[in-house]
T-cell receptor, first 114, second 114 residues
Framework: AQTVTQSQPEMSVQEAETVTLSCTYD???????LFWYKQPPSRQMILVIR????KQQNATENRFSVNFQKAAKSFSLKISDSQLGDAAMYFC???????????WGAGTKLIIKP | EAQVTQNPRYLITVTGKKLTVTCSQN?????MSWYRQDPGLGLRQIYY???????DKGDVPEGYKVSRKEKRNFPLILESPSPNQTSLYFC?????????????FGPGTRLLVL
């Protein structure tokens, strides 16, 4: 079965510092896509960053970057210069070519300390 | 503005009283999907639709129905709601396929079944 695991239910970081959220996945597929979504208190789901598995270069979006380790099946999210507005639930998700579903992790709650 | 809308945003109902949650997108997306979100479980897919008149079961379809008569609309129907369907529901859409393409999420519908 294809699974996505986020082992950190909650993380906290001081404002302006850097934090890394972990995500691992399990698949035998060769072609897939990885996503990080943010869910602020408003509960809306917002795409943070996306990575194609066939690309070796790690995706980056402003203060957000990923460390994609394909062999280890790891896809961590690094948030630099953390801001109060980054406080949210963060979900890791994986999508496969063989079906039309996203497989989701359980989420990590990120707390930003002022 | 490109968006996915859901109505109602909040709903309290009683066991057995049929209800419909509407979902509409204005981006001409082919793929639409319904998820439910429960604490500690992340998002689980209920149903998805590849195009008009094409729908398929996701991971947790029991107790739900959907229809896709028009491209822009994808209502979620609970024929006889039960308390275990109390949850936060999200509708999402994407241009071609639900995995490779970035999904756009609606604001969510919080349902309480008494």
């Amino acid at each position: 079965a294809q699974t996505v695991t986020q082992s950190q239910p909650e993380m906290s970081v001081q404002e302006a510092e850097t934090v890394t959220l972990s995500c691992t996945y399990d698949t035998s597929e060769s072609d897939y896509y990885l996503f990080w979504y943010k869910q602020p208190p408003s509960r809306q789901m917002i795409l943070v960053i996306r990575q194609e598995a066939y690309k070796q270069q790690n995706a980056t979006e402003n203060r957000f970057s990923v460390n994609f380790q394909k062999a280890a099946k790891s896809f961590s999210l690094k948030i630099s210069d953390s801001q109060l507005g980054d406080a949210a639930m963060y979900f890791c998700a994986c999508a496969y070519d063989s079906n039309y579903q996203l497989i989701w992790g359980a989420g990590t709650k990120l707390i930003i300390k002022p | 503005e490109a968006q996915v809308t859901q109505n109602p945003r909040y709903l309290i109902t009683v066991t057995g009283k049929k209800l419909t949650v509407t979902c509409s997108q204005n981006m001409n997306h082919e793929y639409m999907s319904w998820y439910r979100q429960d604490p500690g479980l992340g998002l689980r897919q209920i149903y998805y639709s590849m195009n008009v008149e094409v729908t398929d079961k996701g991971d947790v379809p029991e107790g739900y129905k959907v229809s896709r008569k028009e491209k822009r609309n994808f209502p979620l129907i609970l024929e006889s709601p039960s308390p275990n369907q109390t949850s936060l529901y999200f509708c999402a859409s994407s241009l071609i396929r639900g995995n490779q393409e970035t999904q756009y999420f609606g604001p969510g519908t919080r349902l309480l079944v008494l």
